[in-house]
Structures are given as structure tokens and as C-alpha cells.
């Protein structure tokens, strides 16, 4: 498989929403300081998520998703590599599956692989996401869908 860092890092917001850290080996460092809220908005706005999307996947209420949008404070660690999760997840499931369109599609949809389970609501834990990229790679290499 390609590597996926550089599209991962365009879905972050890229050098417009991350400046001079828009770079692989900064990245560690950029989760743990925290993502700009910009890249919250772009990520958005790219995959067509709401803010009650955003809400669930990140674990946070509405008020917390609008107080971040008033005062476009960074996000915390444990949000900033939520998102990375969710941009990897979707950044490779494009890469597998030919377009954002399906991918996403197909991450919104409950999967037999996955007994049942949305793909995109599973991502919010480390063993969930690993469980979704096993099934995007099986997929990748001719496997189930």
C-alpha cells in the first residue's frame, strides 16, 4: 500500500490549516500540542459531518464542539488523535475503495465483517479502528467488503 502520510496530512487542513508542521515527522508533536480548530472545520466541510456528527464521534457534547468554534482554541490531545484516526480511516478506505464518495459511503453503512456495526461509529478506539482498517485491507486485497 502507498503511504498514506501526505494524504493524511492534506485532510488535516495541509500547510493552509497547519503551517510550517504540515510535515510527517512533525506530526507526533502536532497531536500532542493540538490540533488548530481549523483543521476540526476542514475535516468537516471535506466529509460532509455535522456538528452533531462531530459530537458523537469525538466523544463531546454540542456545547463543547460550539465553544471551540467561539474561541477557536487548539483541541486536546485525546480529540486531536481522534481525528487523526478518522482522517487515516477515511484516507485509506479512499485509497481502497477508488473516491471519498465511497468510502465514506461505505463507512457510514453497518457492515457484515464488522457483525453489523458502522464502520465510522467503531473508529473511536484504537482496537475498533484497527478492527475497520482490517477489513478495508482484506477489501484491498480482494477479500470481502
Avoid at 492534506?10 to 493552509?16: D, V
Avoid at 456495526?117 to 482496537?127: E, G, S
Amino acid at each position: 500500500m502507498a503511504s498514506l502520510a501526505i494524504p493524511i496530512i492534506e485532510a488535516l487542513g495541509g500547510k493552509k490549516v497547519l503551517g510550517k508542521a504540515a510535515n510527517v515527522e512533525d506530526l507526533p508533536n502536532l497531536l500532542r500540542g493540538g490540533l488548530p480548530y481549523e483543521s476540526l472545520e476542514h475535516i468537516a466541510a471535506s466529509y460532509g459531518l455535522s456538528q452533531p456528527d462531530l459530537a458523537l464521534l469525538l466523544h463531546r457534547s454540542m456545547r463543547s464542539i460550539q465553544r471551540w468554534q467561539q474561541t477557536r482554541a487548539p483541541l486536546d490531545i485525546e480529540v486531536s488523535n481522534l481525528l487523526y484516526r478518522l482522517v487515516r480511516t477515511i484516507v485509506l478506505a479512499r485509497y481502497v475503495l477508488g473516491d471519498y464518495d465511497k468510502a465514506l459511503a461505505w463507512l457510514k453503512k453497518p457492515n457484515r465483517a464488522l457483525g453489523g456495526a458502522i464502520p465510522l461509529r467503531m473508529i473511536d478506539t484504537d482496537p475498533g479502528a484497527q478492527l475497520v482498517e482490517d477489513v478495508i485491507s482484506r477489501i484491498d486485497y480482494g477479500g470481502i467488503s
